[in-house]
């Protein structure tokens, strides 16, 4: 079993930057690939970005290419989001995800076997 527990969020303004850091804790925590997504209200949980479980293999979802870097302290079993020029619609409860079967990580929700509780980030315009 793996527990996750997502940070950092809160109420910035376009432009700004902030980074959700997911610690992990349990078994084998990490060893497993790892991704970010995210819920904006009155919207489907979607894709923003996963890390390899070794953290060579990055993938982005393309709103937030160039702007989001996803990176994994492995020491720490730790993962991050560092989110720059942030955008009103980057408004959303962020969760992050582990998943045991695919070790270069994965864009598709249902391939993931554990998540967060969520972080709320706002950003206002």
């Known amino acids: 079993q793996v527990q996750l527990v997502e940070s950092g969020g809160g109420l910035v303004q376009a432009g700004d930057s902030l980074r959700l850091s997911c610690a992990a804790s349990?078994?084998?925590?990490?060893?497993?690939?790892m991704g970010w997504f995210r819920q904006g209200p009155g919207k489907e949980r979607e894709f923003v970005a996963t890390?390899?479980?070794?953290?060579?293999?990055?993938y982005y979802a393309d709103s937030v290419k160039g702007r989001f870097t996803i990176s994994r302290d492995n020491a720490k079993n730790t993962v991050y989001l560092q989110m720059n020029s942030l955008k009103p619609e980057d408004t959303a409860v962020y969760y992050c995800?582990?998943?045991?079967?695919?070790?270069?990580?994965?864009?598709?929700?249902?391939?993931?076997?554990?998540w967060g509780q969520g972080t709320q980030v706002t950003v206002s315009s």
């Open positions: 995800a582990a998943t045991s079967r695919y070790y270069s990580g994965t864009r598709f929700s249902n391939d993931y076997d554990y």
């Open positions: 349990g078994r084998s925590s990490s060893s497993k690939a």
């Open positions: 890390i390899s479980w070794k953290g060579g293999s990055l």
